[in-house]
Structures are given as structure tokens and as C-alpha cells.
């Protein structure tokens, strides 16, 4: 029998942390394949991951010859993300909405699937839009999360649903516009075939054709 357990984001990413990179995630790997596919980083760019957890997207961007830099408020998540080849000594333990960098110090600021942990994001997007000329936003998709998509996680016969909030699409733009920023490009994207081996991985196949019709991530980029 699941137990199902709602615990607050803090709490749930140190009981994720030790395993987190070692699960498939579906949205992950659906965000990692749409954004990498579209975001132009170049060689020598500074880029700053907000919310940056184990370091998914700083191994992306260096591996690209990038300068990488990290927050996030978990250090059980930064401490996997330390053990990374490269990323030793790349992060820091602080809150997105009061970035511990100074003015245009990074050339694009990524935030992933951190922003709905947020109750208001309009500060978050000021500090970003401080700090970066492009602020690149990504988080499970509006629709998807009024269809009943958790933020979760399982462990042994419990899942732990990770509690917060559903932030509006002309919310979100509204916060980027009032903190300056210009949209360049959105991305509203649904799982593929690329998603379908993780879905089967987990025993959840049955209903990956059902998801696949709703859009499950949206990832928007602003520039200042």
C-alpha cells in the first residue's frame, strides 16, 4: 500500500537529494532536451543556475566552456552537485530571491523548476533581471499542473508530494515585465518519444499517451 506524504520543498529535497540524479525524471530529461536544444550558450559565457540543486544544468553549461555558478537553499542538493567533476567550489548556499552576486555579473541566469517553490515571484525576477542580460525560466507547465500533476517523489511505499505553488503564465509575465525584462521566446513542450523509454523504466507506459497530450513544461527566456 502508497503512502502518500505532502512535505514542505526543503525537507523533501533533503530526503531526494542522495538519489536524485539516479531516478529518470521525465520532466527533466523533457526540459534538458527542449532548452539545451534552443539556449545558445557560448564558449566563455558566465551563467548562473538559480536553484541549481545537484548541478544539472551548471555540468551542461560547462561542459559547453562556460564559467558556472550555483545557488540553492539545500545543502544536502549542494553537496551532490560538489562531488560533480568541475563543479567543486561553484556553489553557493543562498535564496534565489536575494542573489548573492552584484550587478550584470552573469551573462544568463537559468531557473529550473524552482520558481513554483516560490509563494511570489516578482523578486525573484528582479534579482534575476539584476543580475543577468537573459533570464531563462522554466517550470511544469500550468495546464499540467491543473490536470492534477504532483511535484513528487517515491520512496520505498511512500511518495512525497513536494507542497507549491501554480504560478499563471500572464503572472509570470507580468513579474518579468515589471522587473524590466523583454521576452524573447517560450517554449511550451509535451513529452515525446524521447520521454516514452522513462515512462516504461518506471512501469508507467499505460498512461504515457494519455500525458502526451497535454503540455508539460513551459520555458520562457527574457532579455533586459
Known amino acids: ?38 539556449l545558445n550558450v557560448p564558449p566563455g559565457a558566465r551563467v548562473l543556475d538559480a536553484g541549481s540543486g545537484t548541478g544539472r544544468w551548471m555540468s551542461w553549461a560547462q561542459s559547453r566552456g562556460a564559467h558556472v555558478f550555483g545557488i540553492d537553499l539545500c ?7 560538489e562531488r560533480k ?13 536575494s542573489v548573492p552576486f552584484m550587478d550584470d555579473a552573469m551573462d544568463v541566469a537559468l531557473c529550473s523548476f524552482t520558481i513554483g517553490y516560490v509563494k511570489s515571484p516578482a523578486r ?12 531563462v525560466v522554466s517550470d511544469m507547465h500550468p495546464i499540467a499542473a491543473r490536470a492534477g500533476w504532483t511535484r513528487s517523489f517515491r520512496r520505498g511505499d511512500r511518495v512525497y508530494d513536494l507542497a507549491h505553488h501554480n504560478h499563471s503564465i500572464s503572472g509570470m509575465d507580468m513579474c518579468a515585465h515589471e522587473a524590466g525584462l523583454v521576452r524573447r521566446w517560450r517554449m511550451e513542450v509535451s513529452f515525446g518519444e524521447p520521454e516514452r523509454a522513462i515512462f516504461r ?18 520555458i520562457t527566456s527574457w532579455r533586459k
Not at 85 to 97: M, N, V
Not at 124 to 135: D, G, I, Q, T, W
Open 1 to 38: 500500500m502508497t503512502h502518500s506524504i505532502a512535505v514542505d520543498p526543503m525537507e523533501g529535497y533533503c530526503l531526494w537529494s542522495a538519489d536524485y540524479d539516479a531516478a529518470p525524471n521525465p520532466l527533466l530529461a523533457l526540459e534538458m532536451r527542449a532548452v539545451s536544444g534552443r
Open 75 to 81: 545543502p544536502e542538493m549542494l553537496r551532490q552537485a
Open 85 to 97: 567533476p568541475g563543479l567543486a567550489g561553484r556553489s553557493a548556499l543562498a535564496d534565489i530571491s
Open 124 to 135: 525573484v525576477f528582479r534579482e534575476l533581471a539584476r543580475v543577468a542580460r537573459e533570464v
Open 201 to 218: 523504466s518506471a512501469g508507467k507506459e499505460s498512461t504515457f499517451d494519455k500525458v502526451r497530450l497535454l503540455p508539460a513544461v513551459l
